[in-house]
Structures are given as C-alpha cells and as structure tokens.
C-alpha cells in the first residue's frame, strides 16, 4: 500500500528555473493539498483540491502554480524559483467529507540557490 | 483568526516518565482536532481525530482528550522510540461536505532518554 509518493525527495536548482514537485495517490482521496514546512512557521497551506480540475489558493500560493487532471496526481511547480521558496514541501490527501484527517507524504526537500 | 498554541515547545522526559503535552485553541466553529507525530525527515503520521468536548481516544501510550478551549496528549510510560515533534491542528467548520481550514500548532518537541 504505496498511499502518498512524492517526488524526488531533495532537488537542488537555481534562482529562476522552473521546477515541478509530484504527488501521487493511491487512496483516491478527494481531497489534496500542499503545504510548505519552515522553522519559525509551521505548516503553511499553499494550495488545496477538492476533487480533479478544482483546485483553490491557500495561504501562500503566490509564486507556485498547481493542476488536478487526474484524481491521483497534484503536481505543484514553482513557475520561477526564488531562495524564500527553499522549504520542505508536503502533500496531503483525505478522504471526501469534509472532516476526514489529512494523511501526509515524506517531503520533497527543495534547495534553491 | 483560528490559533493554535502547543506547550511546552519541547520536553525532555526520562523513560518511564509520564507527562502531558498542550493544545489550546480558538476556531470559529470546530469540526475536528487531530494529533501528529512527526518524525525528523518524515511527514506528520496522523494519531487521532478528536471531535467534540469530552471525547477521548487512546493507543498504546498516548491518550489524547478535548474540553471546549484546549486537547491534551497524555504520555505514560514513554520509551525512546517516543521521541518526535507531535502536532496538533484544528479542522474549521465549512459546512456540509466541503473541508474547511486546517490550522497548525508548532508542535512539541518530546525527547525520551533511556
């Protein structure tokens, strides 16, 4: 029972670039998220989906772009990296009705130089 | 605003010594409480769900409770492999099905010496 698989687990890249993270589910989970991970601030909600192709802004979506097509799949991508957006990244799933838990994946580590 | 507020912000404990760790709370309208042990390089692993005043949930060592302001996760007994960041969050309520916001305490940082 695979569950939350993101990837890769550490990136390293530049000022600039694009980069995308993945998150794959095996649950069919309706609802999936992403958060960023920072000492000092906790666990931020950067985007969330409710179900493919309904996706919404959190609390710190600017810089980062997100897509549902598939229920399985919540890709995130830093359209433009900066060094604030070095983080650990997670995504999260639950089940549908609304007061469900979210399940957490490992953690994409993401450096940005 | 929904806050969230954990303390201590970290406890050392000896193994065998039974503590309890905070979480105090103001949402507008709960829907749940959940715990989280976190594990240095891990994601949060979910404990419990908590979802109204006087509820109690229980596995192995840990008990978590709920009163209308704070949760508190009860520890007795740890052992070492106890160690980690536990977390606590609060589900607003957003009405029927839809899952409203999720708001994260800082954690407690619990280390158990043998």
């Known amino acids: 029972d695979a569950g939350i698989t993101q990837s890769p687990r550490y990136k390293i890249t530049e000022t600039g670039r694009q980069v995308t993270l993945m998150c794959h589910q095996t649950?069919?989970?309706?609802?999936m998220f992403w958060y960023r991970q920072d000492l000092g601030h906790g666990l931020r909600l950067i985007y969330y989906?409710?179900?493919?192709?309904?996706?919404d802004k959190g609390e710190v979506p600017d810089g980062y772009v997100v897509s549902r097509s598939k229920t399985e799949n919540f890709p995130l991508t830093l359209e433009s990296a900066t060094r604030s957006q070095t983080s650990v990244y997670f995504c999260?799933?639950?089940?549908?009705?609304?007061?469900?838990?979210?399940?957490f994946g490992d953690g994409t580590r993401l450096s940005i130089l | 605003e929904d806050q969230v507020t954990q303390s201590p912000e970290a406890l050392r404990l000896q193994e065998g010594e039974s503590s309890s760790l905070n979480c105090s709370y103001t949402?507008?309208?709960?829907?749940?409480l959940f715990w989280y042990r976190q594990d240095p390089g891990k994601g949060p692993e979910f404990l419990f769900t908590?979802?109204?005043a006087g509820e109690e949930k229980e596995k192995e060592r840990l008990k978590a409770t709920l009163t209308k302001k704070e949760s508190f996760l009860h520890i007795t007994a740890p052992k070492p492999e106890d160690s980690a960041t536990y977390l606590c969050?609060?589900?607003?309520?957003?009405?029927?099905?839809?899952?409203?916001?999720?708001?994260f305490g800082q954690g407690t940082i619990l280390t158990v010496h043998p």
């Open positions: 999260a799933t639950a089940a549908a009705g609304g007061h469900q838990p979210q399940h």
């Open positions: 649950w069919s989970h309706s609802y």
């Open positions: 989906s409710a179900a493919a192709d309904i996706t």
């Open positions: 949402v507008s309208g709960l829907r749940g």
């Open positions: 908590l979802y109204s």
């Open positions: 969050a609060v589900l607003r309520n957003a009405g029927g099905t839809s899952y409203g916001k999720l708001t």
